[in-house]
């Protein structure tokens, strides 16, 4: 899973977006467009906060000494 | 030998032992080990007793308060105490005043711990300064722990309730016996090669559930704090209970009392989060209203300027004054109103020239026949003829159909 769309991720471009629309000094094409973004980022964030599940794995050593991981019940 | 001009009192004797004592360092902090004999609790509380061996034997005391705190030993018990020792003027004897008593074995295991804790302390490893903050929402999490004890399911079972989107890797170590140090080392450093070389870890969970001092030892080698500080993921410690501390927590990022603690602490809760998402997402509302309710006022500052400057203004200025000018005398009046008029002309021209972008960025358009006249009226268009319609920002070619003149 690409760290990309973590929840991380999508928190801190919304707090960077509220950032941006408090700074004031926009063109209200731009306001706009950030306040969409926002609301978008806001609704992305809870979805993910409602509906995730606990993803366990466990390391696992190859006979290389490389390591795998295995999903296992939460 | 001394003179009979010094001649001291039996107090002043004992007094000056007693304070040869007082200046001994080693005397005044000191761990014993022998076998108790003739323990006896006297009414007041205080605990009187002898420490023994082979060859020797040492008055103890434990005063009540401290015997409150502690187990109290039996006859024929191996202990390991420590305290001061001092003299007892009225009985003439020294004693040893006991401030802790352990059993001999568990006793042994606490001294090696506060020898091992004080050395690595020395060394730096304990130091606040080189601890790491965790990050508060985490990706992903390690687990460090035994796959088969409760402790991992009291771990599971919190983050799902709290956190769940966050991932979990788990590297299952013993947790008690011989085996567990190297297994806990072994453990913590697969987790850090699994974040350095394939997904990051933003910390580990090290846990073990409750025990006694001999099963948490494993937390007490100094294999695993060593690991413990080498590690690049930060560390979380969750063992034991709440009063239990080992040197593996002293070494930790952050110390959990128990596991399910150490959950909690690697993890933010996520109705919390919800919660400011959902203020996050009002606080772009009422900016936005803001801004929008700026905006149109900007507009309307806007429009009340160009109406200032607006060449309809000026026209209406300018009749006026043509006016005034028509009631003084006729030939003054007459050149003055032709320059007057040569003025509403180029006025009307600029406004013109101004307009029309205006009016054609309300909707309106201008039409225009094949020779560049401006269509004005259906006399001068037949169904089929070429015309060229001009909006605001362009123009598109059209072919007259039906005409209707309103006729």
């Not at chain 2, 009225?90 to 005043?97: F, V």
Request: net charge neutral.
């Amino acid at each position: 899973m690409s760290d990309e769309k973590s929840f991380e991720y999508l928190y801190r471009e919304l707090e960077d977006t509220i950032r941006k629309l408090e700074s004031g000094d926009l063109p209200l094409a731009e306001s706009l467009a950030l306040f969409e973004q926002g609301t978008k980022l806001a609704e992305q964030c809870n979805a993910l906060l409602d509906n995730a599940e606990l993803r366990v794995r466990q390391l696992t050593a190859r006979p290389d000494g490389g390591l795998d991981v295995q999903p296992i019940e939460g | 030998m001394s003179s009979p001009q010094n001649v001291y009192t039996v107090s002043q004797i004992t007094a000056y032992v007693k304070s040869l004592f007082a200046e001994d360092l080693l005397l005044g902090d000191v761990w014993l080990s022998g076998e108790v004999s003739g323990f006896t609790q006297a009414s007041s509380g205080h605990c009187y007793f002898t420490l023994k061996d082979a060859n020797a034997v040492l008055r103890a005391v434990i005063w009540r308060t401290q015997a409150n705190r502690m187990a109290l030993p039996r006859n024929g018990d191996q202990v390991i105490a420590h305290g001061s020792i001092s003299v007892y003027e009225a009985g003439g004897q020294y004693q040893l005043y006991v401030d802790r008593l352990e059993a001999a074995g568990v006793g042994r295991l606490w001294l090696e711990f506060e020898r091992l804790k004080a050395r690595l302390e020395a060394e730096g490893l304990f130091d606040p300064a080189r601890k790491r903050i965790i990050p508060p929402r985490p990706v992903r999490l390690g687990v460090a722990t035994s796959a088969t004890a409760a402790a991992l399911h009291d771990i599971l079972r919190t983050l799902a309730a709290r956190f769940p989107l966050v991932e979990v890797i788990l590297a299952a170590t013993p947790v008690q016996g011989a085996d567990a140090p190297p297994g806990i080392v072994a453990a913590i450093q697969a987790l850090n090669r699994w974040s350095a070389g394939r997904e990051p870890l933003d910390a580990l969970i090290l846990a073990r559930g409750g025990g006694s001092i001999e099963e948490l030892w494993a937390f007490n080698d100094e294999r695993v704090a060593r690991a413990i500080v080498a590690s690049a993921v930060p560390v979380i410690t969750g063992v034991g209970h709440e009063t239990d501390f080992t040197i593996a927590d002293f070494a930790a990022d952050l110390r959990a009392p128990t596991p399910t603690g150490a959950a909690t602490l690697a993890t933010p809760d996520r109705r919390e989060l919800s919660a400011t998402v959902r203020a996050l997402a009002a606080s772009a509302q009422a900016l936005m209203t803001a801004r929008l309710a700026a905006s149109r006022s900007d507009v309307d500052v806007l429009a009340y300027r160009l109406g200032r400057q607006a060449p309809t203004l000026r026209i209406a200025r300018d009749r006026q004054r043509v006016d005034d000018l028509g009631r003084r005398g006729a030939l003054a009046t007459a050149v003055r109103l032709r320059s007057a008029r040569e003025r509403l002309e180029s006025h009307r021209l600029r406004l013109a020239a101004l307009d029309p972008t205006a009016v054609l960025s309300r909707g309106y358009a201008i039409v225009t026949m094949p020779d560049g006249a401006v269509v004005s009226s259906t006399a001068q268009v037949s169904p089929g003829d070429a015309l060229t319609v001009r909006v605001a920002d362009g123009t598109f070619g059209a072919v007259a159909q039906t005409i209707d003149d309103g006729r």
